[in-house]
């Protein structure tokens, strides 16, 4: 049994003057300014005075672009500035921190800490480094293979007292352009395959020539060659001749084959037998042909019936190489993904052989599985932090249980509890809750019709959920909530997912009421409605797409939709057996008055990536939601909030709306009021600083809203006239430690308006005062939280 124990911070916003980050003295302010200022003032020396005699330090390179005809000088100072090397030493805002670490250790560090400087700084690059001459020559390779076959770069080094750089200057022409392609493929079968999905070509007449396309357009044959069993096959085979022409600028292409090809690559390879091994050891080295067999649906299974953990038919659904079929490299790589996305086996693999048989275009497949362990242990420990004050341990134990019935099931079985205290309070406000859950799924599609096998690399999902979870607030209420559901998980492609949940069942009780707690609901009767009894039976769906998952893309989209409902079959059942629930006379089920509503919500973001691996991020979220039929108010749990750390930063979590609404979040704060309607943007800029620590600056802006049909007179009702008006505003700085597997984030964020002013007085921003006591306490708040907002 694998155990793994894992410490995780859940997502949190706090006033920041609860860190002790900034003094409320103005001499404690003052200080701290003076200490940043000398620190990037040691950081800003000049190095140069630790070279040695006649050493210049290089600052880099200009890219220059010369042409008497219309070229797109910015694609071509691009590549020639990627072509450039060395680069120079880093800088930030003007400053070079590492390489002033790095001088600051002197030439012989024999200290521990002139030694850690040494390590943790940036060597300068000197110009006597750069061979200027050979840059020149990459600049025009690079040009060359972009169509520019004429050009040619000079260079100019301009040399200061300390420093030097370069200037390059490119002088092109008007690119080659594509005047047409044709083919000339020796094979009459490779060339009917490739001409009669000529219409995918990668390269079009009009294009401007680009060697990167002409070589993506035979990696593209080779993958269609692949799929139609010719397994030998290479990219390198293919041979594209140019013919051009210097007076209109262009050039005619022909495919042709390469001399001398293997025989072997022009077969057409069938699959003769497929063995799988669903217990292989990488130590065997290879398969074990001393085992027994069992044959299932044409398809060989080494060793005993009784020793395999899954059954062989289970297997078969994924595995896509049969016999006496052509071999198809896509079938080939459908087979890994699916057996792998299982969650059964450590390692997948597919070797191929051409088998002891004096037939030829015959080979052996032989899928070797190496299994997980049959249970995996896991404990996690947090440390919750909220914006109201509640502090408190909270643990996780999840048992992962694989393969339950023999069908590649995954049995998870947890229980997590937790305790939470308001700290700063002496009135015993504190809470614990206990939720146990039991999630069984399945490898396919669990369903009482048949479903056409798809052809994606992922394997699609059952999921069944049961969970209960306990929570008490102590001298106020208990709260005691059942769930169930069942549902679908599928992916077509790499970019979209979707999920299904025709059964998502919720039911709610509220016990041991305090006369304080009815009191609190009493001044407020939409809170009061918000804590009753609820009985939510409906259905979910959910689509994303996420382009982020492309690598190299300069701009990516992502775009998560999401929709539920609840109710409605029980209030058709109610219709048909002639009565008419309403709110005032709602019907129930289990003794509660089941919900009836329709949610929706759309989150839109796109991605600008530079070439220096900064990033500018935006994201658009809007969301509405109507109670109808049985119900007058939404569930809690089903409401729309704003503020907080994935949310708009400079507002405590969930404490903005609705509307002009101001909660108090220092006084019962769990008690947080939400909205029917959501509407937030946000921006932000990201940016590294050194290694694995990045920056950011961003703003955001929202709030939430309740309908005019809501009978709650909270805030201000949502209106399209109005809305723009009611927006809270925030901006701030981050300081984000990005190890790729994980992302430790904090957020400073300032109001810059607030919602609940008056119309005349909502911006706030000549209200910034860093150095008083009183506005940070108001105002800063420190948002600490694991991955990025968005």
């Known amino acids: 049994m694998n155990k793994e124990i894992n410490i995780h911070s859940e997502h949190n916003s706090v006033p920041l003057r609860r860190f002790g980050v900034f003094s409320n003295s103005p001499k404690g302010v003052r200080g701290s300014l003076c200490i940043l200022f000398l620190v990037f003032l040691l950081a800003a020396c000049n190095v140069t005075k630790h070279l040695s005699a006649g050493d210049k330090l290089y600052t880099g390179a200009e890219i220059k672009v010369v042409s008497t005809e219309k070229v797109n000088k910015g694609s071509i ?3 020639a500035q990627a072509s450039v090397r060395p680069l120079p030493n880093k800088s930030y805002l003007g400053l070079q921190p590492q ?8 030439q012989n560090p024999k200290s521990k800490f002139d030694k850690w400087l040494r390590k943790n700084g940036e060597a300068p690059v000197l110009m006597s480094s750069v061979n200027p001459k050979a840059t020149s020559a990459v600049i025009d390779a690079k040009l060359f293979n972009m169509g520019y076959f004429n050009s040619y770069t000079e260079f100019k080094i301009i040399e200061k007292k300390h420093t030097a750089s370069v200037l390059y200057t490119s002088h092109v022409h008007k690119p080659y352009d594509i005047k047409d392609i044709t083919y000339d493929i020796s094979d009459d079968s490779l060339s009917h395959i490739i001409f009669s999905d000529k219409a995918n070509c990668f390269i079009k007449a009009g294009d401007e020539y680009n060697l990167d396309r002409l070589k993506a357009e035979r990696i593209r044959i080779d993958a269609l060659l692949k799929n139609k069993g010719y397994f030998y096959f290479n990219p390198d085979y293919l041979l594209f001749k140019a013919d051009t022409s210097t007076v209109n600028h262009t050039i005619s292409l022909k495919l042709t084959l390469k001399d001398s090809i293997p025989a072997g690559a022009l ?13 292989y050891s990488l130590k065997d080295g290879v398969a074990d042909s001393t085992k027994d067999t069992l044959m299932v649906q044409n398809t060989i299974f080494l060793g005993k019936k009784s020793d395999m953990n899954i059954y062989p038919k289970v297997i078969l659904k994924s595995v896509y190489l049969r016999k006496n079929e052509i071999y198809s490299r896509e079938n080939h790589n459908i087979t890994l ?21 004096t037939a030829t275009g015959y080979l052996d497949a032989t899928i070797l599985m190496t299994p997980m362990t049959k249970h995996t242990f896991q404990a996690e420990l947090d ?9 408190g341990p909270r643990m996780n134990l999840s048992l992962l249980n694989r393969n339950t019935f023999k069908g590649a099931e995954l049995l998870n079985l947890t229980m997590a509890g937790s305790f939470e205290a308001q700290l700063g309070q002496n009135n015993n406000s504190f809470s614990y809750s206990l939720n146990p859950q039991v999630e069984l799924t399945f490898p396919r599609f669990l369903v009482p019709f048949n479903i056409k096998p798809s052809k994606s690399i992922y394997i699609p ?8 979870n306990f929570l008490q607030r102590v001298n106020l209420f208990n709260m005691n909530t059942f769930q169930f559901g069942y549902g679908f998980k599928w992916k077509e492609n790499i970019l979209t997912e979707q999920e299904l949940n025709p059964v998502s069942i919720s039911y709610t009780s509220i016990g041991n009421q305090s006369p ?11 809170l009061k409605k918000s804590y009753e009894e609820q009985f939510i039976a409906g259905a979910n769906y959910s689509f994303l797409y996420n382009e982020q998952l492309i690598p190299n893309k300069t701009i990516q989209y992502y775009f998560h939709f999401n929709a539920e409902t609840a109710g409605n079959l029980f209030y058709v059942a109610e219709l048909v057996a002639g009565k008419k629930p309403t709110p005032d006379y709602p019907s129930k089920i289990v003794g509660s008055p089941f919900s009836q509503y329709i949610k929706l919500s759309v989150d839109g973001r796109a991605y600008y990536n530079f070439r220096d691996n900064n990033k500018l991020a935006f994201r658009v979220y809007a ?17 729309f909030f704003s503020g907080g750390p994935n949310s708009i930063r400079a507002f405590q979590i969930n404490s903005l709306g609705p509307g002009t609404y101001l909660q108090n979040t220092h006084t019962n704060a769990f008690l947080q009021l939400g909205g029917d309607i959501k509407l937030e943007t946000n921006a932000e800029y990201r940016f590294g600083i050194y290694r694995f620590v990045k920056g950011a600056l961003f703003v955001d802006a929202g709030n939430v809203w309740l309908q005019k049909s809501n009978a709650e007179n909270i805030g201000t009702p949502f209106a399209a006239s109005t809305f723009m008006n009611e927006l809270a505003v925030g901006a701030g700085v981050g300081l984000r430690f990005d190890v790729s597997f994980f992302v430790l984030r904090f957020d400073v964020a300032m109001p810059l308006r607030k919602p609940w002013l008056p119309d005349n007085q909502k911006w706030v921003v000549n209200q910034i005062n860093f150095g008083s006591g009183t506005w940070r306490s108001d105002n800063l708040v420190l948002n600490i939280a694991i991955g990025y907002p968005f």
Do not use: C
């Not at 999902?461 to 209960?468: H, P, R, V």
């Open 77 to 79: 100072k691009a590549a």
């Open 99 to 106: 390489l002033w670490l790095y001088m600051s250790a002197g």
């Open 267 to 279: 077969a057409v390879y069938h699959i003769r037998n497929v063995y799988i091994d669903q217990n």
């Open 337 to 357: 993904n699916r057996l792998m996305s299982m969650g059964e086996f450590k390692f997948v693999q597919v070797k191929f052989s051409e088998g002891d048989t």
């Open 383 to 391: 440390m919750v932090s909220k914006s109201n004050n509640y502090t």
């Open 461 to 468: 999902k059952t999921n069944f959920t049961l969970s209960y």
């Open 516 to 526: 304080a707690f009815i009191a609190l609901l009493a001044l407020n009767p939409f």
């Open 623 to 639: 969301g509405a939601a109507n109670s109808y039929g049985n119900s007058s108010t939404l569930p809690y749990s089903k409401e």
